[in-house]
């Protein structure tokens, strides 16, 4: 089973992906976050316990409270042996190549990913292992 965590202040696109996922893999198990500090917090008390964190973290870049780069600076603290197996993929609606630019400046980032996630982005996504996707 993968386990997916969406990271996004917009409850409709949320409501988009996580129905994508579902769709594309039945037995995903997918948790959903509004809030970027919350999605942290979860992060590092799985971490503190001793749990296994999410194979694919799909992150807003724009949230009200930390943004997704503020979010990826604390998540690239947590022990390397706790974050390694999970890819993260920033999501936005934002054109600006700085953007994609700074993403990938972050070793966690994955891909770099224009909403709404579709069926096709998904498929090529748990399809490979190769960093630096664009979508």
Same mark, same amino acid.
């Given at each position: 089973m993968s386990k997916f965590i969406l990271v996004d202040d917009d409850s409709t696109m949320n409501l988009v992906h996580s129905t994508t996922i579902k769709y594309h893999k039945k037995d995903a198990q997918v948790m959903?976050?509004?809030?970027? *500090?919350?999605?942290?917090? /979860? =992060?590092k008390e799985t971490v503190q316990?001793?749990?296994? *964190?999410p194979e694919y973290i /799909? =992150?807003?870049i724009n949230m009200p409270e930390i943004?997704?780069?503020?979010?990826?600076q604390t998540f690239e603290k947590l022990p390397k042996e706790s974050t390694q197996s999970t890819k993260i993929f920033m999501i936005t609606s934002s054109l600006d190549l700085r953007d994609r630019e700074?993403?990938?400046s972050f070793d966690?980032?994955?891909?770099?990913i224009c909403k709404p996630i579709t069926v096709r982005t998904l498929t090529e996504i748990?399809?490979?292992t190769e960093r630096r996707m664009d979508f």
């Open positions: 959903e976050f509004k809030s970027s *500090l919350l999605a942290l917090d /979860f =992060l316990e001793g749990g296994e *964190l /799909f =992150l807003d943004n997704g780069f503020e979010f990826l700074k993403a990938f966690s980032v994955y891909g770099f748990l399809s490979t």
